[in-house]
């Protein structure tokens, strides 16, 4: 069984400071996807990450994919409170189609 | 275009009840999918479908039914409702879903099972 985990699960961070969230999984997988949920919201897409070494960069957010290692990493800068949201990263490990596996989330609250 | 729409918002069922979640999208997407999401657990994939008349199980199908009769639409069967099915659901879709593309998620159907 495919196993994707996230941490921190929840994250209090002041405004203007760094930090990384992780995303590890279990399988062999180059397609790795990042979304962002505010609450009681649906998800929206963040990143999309295809290849080994991939690196998106949206703001203050910057997302990267090591498959060797199974790692994923969503970097956030000069936070701000507008970020503040439950940030799910999800790994397809579909043959015949999509079939997305997510992590429990990281609830990220920034205070001013 | 309106995206991904799913009806009820909200629905609350007695244990034993029936019903149908309805997903529908006009993007001309082929692939569509239905997840739960439950708290501390994230999104769980129910059922899938990769084209019209050909569907899928996820990682939790138990309980759930599914058909895929047009592109547009991919409705979610409760066959006899349980509260361990308490839960909110999101229909997604994307073009192919061949890997590289996003799904773009539907709004959610907050389900209550007594």
């Known amino acids: 069984e495919l196993k994707v985990e996230q941490n921190p699960l929840f994250l209090s961070m002041q405004e203007g400071k760094n930090y990384t969230i992780y995303c590890n999984y279990s399988?062999?997988?180059?397609?790795l996807y990042w979304y962002r949920q505010d609450p009681g919201k649906s998800l929206e897409s963040l990143f999309v990450?295809?290849?080994?070494?991939a690196v998106k960069q949206e703001g203050r957010l910057m997302a990267s994919l090591d498959t060797k290692a199974r790692l994923s990493t969503l970097h956030i800068t000069a936070a701000v409170h507008d970020l503040s949201a439950t940030y799910f990263c999800?790994?397809?490990?579909?043959?015949?189609?999509?079939?997305?596996?997510f992590g429990t989330g990281t609830s990220l609250t920034v205070i001013p | 275009n309106a995206g991904v729409t799913q009806t009820p918002k909200f629905q609350v069922l007695k244990t034993g009840q029936s019903m149908t979640l309805q997903c529908a999208q006009d993007m001309n997407h082929e692939y569509m999918s239905w997840y739960r999401q439950d708290p501390g657990m994230g999104l769980r994939l129910i059922h899938y479908?990769?084209?019209?008349?050909?569907?899928d199980q996820g990682e939790v199908p138990n309980g759930y039914n599914v058909s895929r009769s047009t592109t547009e639409d991919f409705p979610l069967r409760l066959l006899s409702a349980a509260p361990s099915q308490t839960s909110v659901y999101f229909c997604?879709?994307?073009?192919?879903?061949?890997?590289?593309?996003?799904?773009?998620f539907g709004p959610g159907t907050r389900l209550l099972v007594l």
């Open positions: 479908s990769v084209g019209a008349g050909i569907t």
């Open positions: 990450l295809l290849s080994n070494g």
């Open positions: 999800a790994v397809d490990s579909g043959n015949t189609g999509n079939q997305f596996y």
């Open positions: 997604a879709s994307s073009y192919s879903g061949q890997g590289w593309e996003t799904q773009y």
């Open positions: 399988t062999t997988s180059d397609r």
